[in-house]
């Protein structure tokens, strides 16, 4: 298994640009959820989905949208990025079965 | 092995002494923790959870404490190396929901030579 993969690993845009971080998991898992990660700073929880066509919020979901049309796949779109989405993006997944989150690489993103 | 809190960011300790890192959390309803490894540039690494049930689980060279009288966690690491040298997170599921995991501000560990 490849796990949670995460694309891209890197990625600059300007103020205003829309952009969607990948990401996808080949575990079966139900639960999916996207991070950001701040200097100096813990996780922080963005969206969140139990399973196809679920999605919630987390605790900083604002400026972000997602969606989950299949079990693998939980792309995060930014829509108009701003300067305060410059951060550290981790994707996360694991089974309902275990409280286990397995992480993704990780998306460093800058915005201009 | 010093022990600090994570108001005290770097923890720094001989290779071959013990680790203590140490994470106070923030709700009595939480009731499962976990820790996580963070090297840098990766993402958090699973380590050892723990259920509210319970106030000790062992882990291959890693134990975590639970005291939830004074809403306290900490990380045990025996025999420090090299490669345990990164940040640690604790993390605890939020009250309203299972899936919603709050992380601490991490600790970084670093192993002296």
């Known amino acids: 298994n490849a796990g949670v993969t995460q694309t891209p690993k890197f990625q600059v845009l300007k103020t205003g640009q829309s952009m969607t971080l990948q990401c996808a998991q080949d575990?079966?898992?139900?639960?999916m959820s996207w991070y950001r990660q701040d200097p100096g700073m813990g996780l922080r929880l963005i969206h969140y989905?139990?399973?196809?066509?679920?999605?919630d919020q987390g605790e900083v979901p604002n400026g972000y949208n997602v969606s989950r049309s299949t079990t693998e796949d939980f792309p995060l779109r930014l829509l108009s990025a701003a300067p305060s989405q410059t951060s550290v993006y981790f994707c996360?997944?694991?089974?309902?079965?275990?409280?286990?989150?397995?992480f993704g690489p990780g998306t460093r993103l800058t915005v201009l | 092995g010093e022990s600090v809190g994570l108001h005290l960011p770097t923890l720094s300790v001989q290779e071959g002494d013990n680790s203590i890192i140490n994470c106070a959390y923030s709700?009595?309803?939480?009731?499962?923790f976990i820790w996580y490894k963070q090297e840098s540039g990766k993402g958090p690494q699973f380590i050892i959870d723990i259920r509210s049930n319970m106030d000790k689980r062992q882990g291959q060279r890693v134990t975590v404490l639970l005291n939830k009288t004074v809403k306290h966690l900490s990380l045990q690491i025996a025999a420090t190396q090299p490669g345990d040298s990164a940040v640690y997170f604790c993390a605890e599921n939020s009250q309203d929901s299972s899936y919603k995991l709050i992380f601490g501000s991490g600790t970084r560990l670093l192993v002296r030579p």
């Open positions: 709700n009595s309803a939480s009731d499962y």
């Open positions: 575990m079966n898992h139900e639960y």
């Open positions: 989905s139990v399973g196809a066509g679920i999605t």
């Open positions: 996360a997944s694991r089974t309902m079965k275990t409280d286990t989150q397995y």
